[in-house]
Nanobody, 127 residues
Framework: QVQLAESGGGSVQSGGSLRLTCEAS????????MAWFRQAPGHEREGVAV???????AYHDSVKGRFTISRDNARETLYLQMNSLKPEDTAIYYC?????????????????????WGQGTQVTVSS
């Protein structure tokens, strides 16, 4: 069964850090681009960061220089290190698997490119 399970969310003050983890199972992890998305109340879901099977990354402009996406293919785990957090980073964060099999090209940050989603983990940043 294909599954993604996020953990690591919580409440922090502005300027703090959190590390999100997404454990994958049921598919050949290293052959797919993986991404983090977030959705805040009253806002559309947005792509935060993506990483190809080989480790090529891309970020939403709002998190460049603050967030780092990484993966451990041996552990079939995806990570998102979030530093210098701001109140506007408050959202439910989801990990997602690309629809496209293959670890050469990197998928983008549009939700339509992803077909498997985790249940989400809440991140709350207070000022």
């Amino acid at each position: 069964q294909v599954q993604l399970a996020e953990s690591g969310g919580g409440s922090v003050q502005s300027g703090g850090s959190l590390r999100l983890t997404c454990e994958a199972s049921g598919f050949t992890f290293h052959m797919y681009s993986m991404a983090w998305f977030r959705q805040a109340p009253g806002h559309e879901r947005e792509g935060v960061a993506v990483i190809s099977g080989h480790g090529s990354t891309a970020y939403h402009d709002s998190v460049k220089g603050r967030f780092t996406i990484s993966r451990d293919n041996a552990r079939e785990t995806l990570y998102l290190q979030m530093n210098s957090l701001k109140p506007e980073d408050t959202a439910i964060y989801y990990c997602a698997r690309s629809r496209t099999y293959g670890n050469t090209d990197r998928s983008g940050l549009s939700g339509i490119e992803y077909d498997i989603w985790g249940q989400g983990t809440q991140v709350t940043v207070s000022s």
